[in-house]
């Protein structure tokens, strides 16, 4: 992964609500893939998710572009977070 600096969108796709799932923007970063990803995992740490309303557990996963995280709720189901890290390429109003 170049190591120039580009614009990023930083993004979280779960389950919102029981059946509905939805894919909300957390922040957008200037700079490097390393400074991106630095930012999305304070999101990661600190994001406290719709469902489930009491977490017992929390495994954090990580790849090139994000992470995924594993809740286990109260009553024992299991909810995914999907975080990633997503480079713009290209801006009708700068490239077209």
């Known amino acids: 992964m170049s190591e120039e600096s580009a614009d990023w969108l930083l993004t979280v796709e779960g389950r919102i609500t029981m059946g509905?799932?939805?894919c909300q923007v957390l922040e957008e970063v200037r700079g490097t893939h390393l400074q991106a990803m630095e930012a999305l995992w304070r999101h990661v740490h600190l994001y406290n998710p719709p469902r489930p309303l009491q977490a017992r557990r929390r495994w954090i996963y990580r790849d090139a572009d994000g992470y995924?995280?594993?809740y286990l709720g109260s009553a024992g189901g299991h909810y995914v977070y999907t975080f990633l890290v997503r480079?713009?390429?290209?801006d009708s109003e700068r490239d077209g």
């Open 87 to 90: 480079r713009l390429v290209w």
């Open 20 to 22: 509905h799932y939805d």
């Open 68 to 70: 995924l995280a594993r």
